[in-house]
């Protein structure tokens, strides 16, 4: 099922409020831990919870997205990895 990523967290916002929650995986996709569940990344910073945005990303690991722009760490055939410009944006790194 879902696997934790040690050390690993996103910066979550919905209605003003920020949380940081850790990072999981599962067949290679990226979801962050809510409440007791766990929400979608995607490319553009949306969640699918609606009304959370992605404030930032903490990972040392890869990103790719998927043709449907969600994040996932597997880069295999149908996975392209983001963009230089997205990548700093998430992570926060240059």
Do not use: W
Request: aromatic letters at 8%; a neutral charge.
């Amino acid at each position: 099922m879902f696997s934790k990523l040690e050390g690993d967290v996103a910066l979550l916002v919905v209605a003003g409020v920020y949380k940081v929650c850790d990072l999981y995986e599962m067949d290679g996709k990226a979801f962050a831990g809510v409440s007791g569940g766990f929400v979608r990344l995607y490319e553009n910073g949306s969640t699918s919870k609606p009304k959370m945005q992605i404030e930032r990303v903490h990972t040392d690991v890869a990103l790719y997205k998927d043709r449907l722009g969600r994040l996932t760490f597997d880069a295999t055939l149908g996975t392209s990895q983001l963009v230089p410009a997205t990548s700093t944006l998430l992570i926060g790194k240059d």
